[in-house]
């Protein structure tokens, strides 16, 4: 089966995983298989693999509404936006992407270039048709039924698993009334061992405490380095020997300093049956197993000396425990370039994040009204109840802050507002990094977005945040007089079709799309065009006919 595509040898993998998890009843996938390799194209191997994917011995069901994709002669492709583009390349810096159109499109020529490359994934897909706009009426029929909004993530979402890498995480925000359902079907697509905990984002305030409300919504999420979930296990594993330990040494009524000195030497010789654990970091005096000395529970053992910043040659703050390592070793790290340091010495230097293991401290509580959220964007626009629910961008920037490192790339194919490249550009500034981010989305047109909402919305907050005026050169919204701009490039695509069967000269699919856009030099023969055309967009001439 070697000249399967990647889709469907993944496809293929996903059905064996499923039986052996007991998921998939074996008979069922061995139908399903053969019709997976005899399918005529990637996307409809895709609905094929829809049928086995419902988890009936849970009891969780939902009638995957296949979306219909049948071949065309349209080939799919990136087309740049010149007009709305902005940036010089001499410049330097991180280059991010808006990509116009639909996501499902912009996703398959994502996989041309970022393929097993996307750090971070962030979506907030719609919760109904009114999140849809105009789109819903034309695809949905006015309707976002439950069916429907996970039929269309599920193809989706497989798309988006490719992108990520094999240490990406992904993260979903939804509402409380879909929220066990998205969870399901994140379990089926991404693996439930994947997943690693959900957070709570607090988005009004409650003023009538007589009666139950929802003041929240909530957030996913799943880390594929979880896959290696026997490493995770030992490392879970050792941390519970180690406090077990620690609750027998605390009987023997020795002081502070006694404790932790018999747990080092506990841990030192017990190395073979912690399993990855070999240090205890920080035991502080009621027992908490903490990662970091700066835990907000005190203790001994902080080190008390002065960082001064290398911009602004003042000290930065200190944490209140003190700081975790020695300062020689401080500056060793430093000198390695594992010190990532903030704008100023108003922030605290720390060490560059793994996301393998950053990540799997993600579970925790967020409260935040998004009053304030909502008060910025009236000023970036100049004008009042642009969104109904905005999502705070200083909230999303925490997130990547904690799971990215200074160079990840975060994806967005859900961009709305464009949210996401917002907190983006917010981190970056904070601790200069050089994050990238790609968005995506649909110029659905509505009363308060006549031309639709990437170009009258999601290009405009960008261009104004990232340059300080707006596309017209005017500097006359309330933000840019309070913020200096984010700085950096934009490259805005739309998704273009061509005939695969058009011989005009210039107007074939090997004179328009252009292999730069794709991360490619220009192809020094036509020949070498051709076949790179052909081995890559055979998959996006696909017409996907809505039948919500």
Same mark, same amino acid.
């Given at each position: 089966?070697?000249?399967?595509?990647?889709?469907?040898?993944?496809?293929?993998?996903?059905?064996?995983?499923?039986? *052996?998890?007991?998921?998939?009843?074996?008979?069922?996938?061995?139908?399903?298989?053969?019709?997976?390799?005899?399918?005529?194209?990637?996307?409809? #191997?895709?609905?094929?693999?829809?049928?086995?994917?419902?988890?009936?011995?849970?009891?969780?069901?939902?009638?995957? =509404?296949?979306?219909?994709? =049948?071949?065309?002669?349209?080939?799919? !492709?990136?087309?740049?936006?010149?007009?709305?583009?902005?940036?010089?390349?001499?410049?330097?810096?991180?280059?991010?992407?808006?990509?116009?159109?639909?996501?499902?499109?912009?996703?398959?020529?994502?996989?041309?270039?970022?393929?097993?490359?996307?750090?971070?994934?962030?979506?907030?897909? %719609?919760?109904? *048709?009114?999140?849809?706009?105009?789109?819903?009426?034309?695809?949905?029929?006015?309707?976002?039924?439950?069916?429907?909004?996970?039929?269309?993530?599920?193809?989706?979402?497989?798309?988006? *698993?490719?992108?990520?890498?094999?240490?990406?995480?992904?993260?979903?925000?939804?509402?409380? @009334?879909?929220?066990? !359902?998205?969870?399901?079907?994140?379990?089926?697509?991404?693996?439930?061992?994947?997943?690693?905990?959900?957070?709570?984002?607090?988005?009004? $305030?409650?003023?009538?405490?007589?009666?139950?409300?929802?003041? &929240?919504?909530?957030?996913?999420?799943?880390?594929?380095?979880?896959?290696?979930?026997?490493?995770? /296990?030992?490392?879970?594993?050792?941390? /519970?020997?180690?406090? #077990?330990?620690?609750? /027998?040494?605390?009987?023997?009524?020795?002081?502070?300093?006694?404790?932790?000195?018999?747990?080092?030497?506990?841990?030192?010789?017990?190395?073979?049956?912690?399993?990855?654990?070999?240090?205890?970091?920080?035991?502080?005096?009621?027992?908490?197993?903490?990662?970091?000395?700066?835990?907000?529970?005190?203790?001994?053992?902080?080190?008390?000396?002065?960082?001064?910043?290398?911009? +602004?040659?003042?000290?930065?703050?200190?944490?209140?425990?003190?700081?975790?390592?020695?300062?020689?070793?401080?500056? /060793?790290?430093?000198?390695?370039?594992?010190?990532?340091?903030? *704008?100023?010495?108003?922030?605290?230097?720390?060490?560059?994040?793994?996301?393998?293991?950053?990540?799997?401290?993600?579970?925790?509580?967020?409260?935040?009204?998004?009053?304030?959220?909502?008060?910025?964007?009236?000023?970036?626009?100049?004008?009042?109840?642009?969104?109904?629910?905005?999502? %705070?961008? &200083?909230?999303?920037?925490?997130?990547?802050?904690?799971? $990215?490192?200074?160079?990840?790339?975060?994806?967005?194919?859900?961009?709305?507002?464009?949210? +996401?490249?917002?907190?983006?550009?917010?981190?970056?500034?904070?601790? =200069?990094?050089?994050?990238?981010?790609?968005?995506?989305?649909?110029?659905?047109?509505?009363?308060?977005?006549?031309?639709?909402?990437?170009?009258?919305?999601?290009?405009?907050?960008?261009? =104004?945040?990232?340059?300080?005026?707006? !596309?017209?050169?005017?500097?006359?919204?309330?933000?840019?007089?309070?913020?200096?701009?984010?700085?950096?490039?934009?490259?805005?695509?739309?998704?273009?079709?061509?005939?695969?069967?058009? #011989?005009?000269?210039?107007?074939?699919?090997?004179?328009?799309?252009?292999?730069?856009?794709?991360? @490619?030099? &220009?192809?020094?023969?036509?020949?070498?065009?051709?076949?790179?055309?052909?081995?890559?967009?055979?998959?996006?001439?696909? !017409?996907?006919?809505? @039948?919500?």
């Amino acid at each position: 089966m070697s000249n399967l595509s990647e889709t469907k040898q993944s496809l293929l993998d996903e059905l064996q995983s499923r039986v *052996k998890d007991k998921i998939l009843e074996p008979s069922n996938a061995n139908l399903l298989r053969k019709f997976i390799i005899n399918s005529d194209n990637d996307d409809e #191997a895709l609905a094929i693999a829809a049928l086995g994917t419902t988890y009936k011995r849970t009891g969780f069901h939902f009638d995957k =509404r296949i979306e219909n994709p =049948r071949m065309t002669d349209t080939v799919k !492709y990136l087309k740049r936006n010149k007009a709305l583009s902005f940036g010089d390349t001499a410049e330097g810096g991180p280059s991010h992407k808006l990509i116009i159109g639909d996501n499902y499109d912009a996703l398959q020529n994502l996989l041309i270039q970022y393929k097993n490359q996307i750090d971070v994934i962030y979506i907030d897909p %719609p919760y109904g *048709k009114d999140s849809m706009g105009e789109f819903a009426k034309t695809n949905y029929h006015n309707s976002i039924s439950r069916d429907n909004l996970l039929s269309m993530l599920y193809f989706r979402l497989e798309l988006a *698993k490719q992108l990520l890498s094999d240490k990406g995480v992904i993260l979903c925000s939804i509402d409380d @009334k879909n929220q066990a !359902y998205v969870k399901c079907l994140f379990d089926e697509v991404f693996g439930e061992k994947n997943f690693i905990g959900q957070l709570i984002l607090k988005t009004a $305030t409650d003023n009538n405490p007589s009666q139950i409300t929802i003041e &929240h919504e909530y957030m996913l999420c799943y880390c594929l380095a979880r896959k290696n979930q026997t490493k995770w /296990e030992r490392i879970n594993r050792g941390a /519970e020997l180690i406090i #077990a330990k620690y609750d /027998e040494i605390k009987i023997k009524g020795l002081s502070i300093t006694e404790e932790q000195k018999e747990l080092r030497k506990w841990i030192k010789d017990n190395k073979s049956i912690l399993k990855g654990v070999n240090h205890y970091n920080n035991i502080d005096s009621i027992g908490v197993y903490s990662s970091s000395g700066n835990s907000s529970n005190p203790h001994p053992g902080g080190y008390d000396y002065d960082i001064v910043h290398p911009a +602004t040659h003042l000290a930065c703050p200190k944490p209140a425990n003190g700081w975790r390592w020695p300062e020689e070793t401080f500056w /060793e790290y430093d000198a390695k370039g594992e010190i990532i340091w903030g *704008k100023d010495h108003s922030t605290q230097p720390h060490v560059k994040k793994r996301i393998e293991t950053a990540v799997d401290s993600l579970r925790t509580l967020i409260y935040e009204d998004n009053r304030a959220t909502t008060q910025m964007l009236e000023k970036i626009f100049n004008t009042k109840n642009l969104f109904s629910n905005p999502k %705070p961008p &200083h909230v999303l920037a925490r997130i990547f802050d904690f799971i $990215t490192n200074e160079k990840s790339i975060i994806l967005d194919f859900f961009a709305g507002s464009g949210t +996401t490249g917002h907190a983006v550009l917010e981190l970056n500034q904070t601790d =200069r990094g050089n994050r990238t981010f790609i968005l995506c989305q649909l110029n659905e047109k509505t009363d308060t977005t006549p031309n639709g909402i990437a170009y009258d919305v999601t290009s405009k907050r960008l261009k =104004r945040i990232m340059t300080g005026e707006c !596309y017209d050169g005017s500097r006359d919204f309330k933000w840019a007089k309070e913020n200096e701009p984010y700085g950096g490039r934009l490259e805005v695509y739309e998704i273009a079709e061509v005939s695969s069967a058009c #011989a005009v000269q210039g107007q074939t699919p090997f004179d328009v799309i252009d292999e730069t856009l794709y991360g @490619k030099e &220009h192809f020094s023969t036509i020949q070498e065009k051709i076949e790179w055309v052909c081995s890559n967009f055979s998959h996006t001439q696909m !017409y996907v006919e809505n @039948k919500y």
